[in-house]
């Protein structure tokens, strides 16, 4: 049976967007994070974090960095019961022109693949115009979280505007009818 999958956004969404983050020390989740995800995980829904680092690419830290930050933040958020299932991120220049870097859905199209997602039944969660589009771009329905600084650009409307992690998981739960 396919599964459903809840993919995310790591900057501005999960933690504080401060701009590149290379250090461990340097991830730490927005309030109420970790209970949003686990009412997600309880009810079965898978967690993939996908996140463009193009810091990689311009040189601020290397690949085994990122690899770091994210066991940073599943370290964090293991203390609230709740694991990622997977991590995938764009290394690359935006002027690289690659497939990877969002609003290309390459990446979460190549985690349906991996856990054969249903992704009519799954959703992007963000705070960016780019990740809404990127939630479109691979069948799923958006969340846009207003979490950040960032705003969306005008007329873009998405399938909802969360306050926070926590109202985008509730309103995720009662589409889902579970
Ligand atoms: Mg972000
Ligand atoms: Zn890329």
């Keep these: 049976m396919k599964k459903r999958a809840i993919f995310l956004d790591r900057d501005g969404t999960l933690n504080p967007d401060k701009g590149y983050i290379g250090d461990p020390e340097d991830m730490e989740l927005l309030p109420g994070v970790g209970k949003a995800l686990k009412l997600l995980q309880e009810k079965d829904f898978l967690l993939i974090v996908i996140t463009n680092q193009s810091g990689v690419g311009r040189g601020y830290y290397t690949q085994k960095d990122v690899e770091d930050v994210h066991a940073r933040l599943s370290e964090l958020l293991a203390k609230e019961g709740v694991k990622i299932d997977r991590y995938y991120y764009c290394p690359h220049l935006p002027e690289e022109g690659c497939c990877c870097r969002k609003p290309s859905p390459e990446l979460v199209l190549a985690g349906a693949k991996f856990f054969n997602v249903d992704m009519s039944k799954s959703f992007f969660v963000g705070d960016k115009t780019i990740d809404v589009q990127t939630g479109w771009a691979a069948q799923s329905r958006s969340v846009w979280v207003n979490t950040s600084?960032?705003?969306?650009?005008?007329?873009?409307?998405?399938?909802?505007?969360?306050?926070?992690?926590?109202?985008?998981?509730?309103?995720?739960?009662?589409?889902?009818?579970?």
């Design 149 to 178: 600084q960032y705003e969306l650009v005008k007329g873009l409307e998405p399938d909802f505007k969360a306050q926070s992690l926590n109202e985008a998981a509730e309103w995720i739960l009662k589409e889902s009818n579970v």
